[in-house]
């Protein structure tokens, strides 16, 4: 069973240090960024399962980061982080594809709840993906009969 590997996404250092050391207590493989740039690189070399992303960065902003995510690595799930301020912005981000978003501040127990739930949507649209894929190589017992009789 593959472990949950999640990246938290924030420029505010403390809420990422903290967070990641209290989600590594708890068995958890936590990346962090810094920025909506730093984040994408990580993606590139690491396979990462959900991503917590806050809205509001300076530079790339959460939005234009999600898009990015979604259209590299669509199987990302995306969970927005957003302040009181820009909950447009978290409704902005469920149309683009995010998973699921979450105010500031947000408990480290609701903070996991959502990433497992992401990470269980993950499993189940990888298993249909194989399925499909299978099912795209195998035969059906009325091909594997006609190719006996021929």
């Given at each position: ?58 530079g ?42 979450l ?42 009969i ?5």
């Open positions: 069973m593959e472990k949950l590997r999640m990246m938290l996404v924030d420029d505010e250092e403390r809420f990422l240090i903290t967070t990641q050391k209290l989600l590594s207590k708890k068995g958890y493989d936590v990346l962090i960024a810094n920025s909506g740039t730093e984040a994408l690189d990580l993606l590139n070399q690491k396979n990462v399962h959900v991503v917590i992303l806050d809205v509001k960065m300076p790339m902003d959460g939005i234009e980061t999600l898009r990015e995510i979604k259209t590299r690595f669509p199987l990302t799930e995306v969970i927005m982080l957003t302040g009181h301020a820009t909950v447009e912005s978290a409704v902005d981000g469920l149309k683009s594809g995010a998973t699921d978003y105010m500031k501040p947000t408990g480290l127990d609701e903070l996991i709840h959502k990433a497992e739930d992401a990470f269980a949507k993950r499993q189940r649209m990888e298993e249909k993906i194989r399925l499909a894929q299978s099912k795209k190589f195998m035969k059906s017992p009325r091909e594997i006609r190719e006996g009789e021929g």
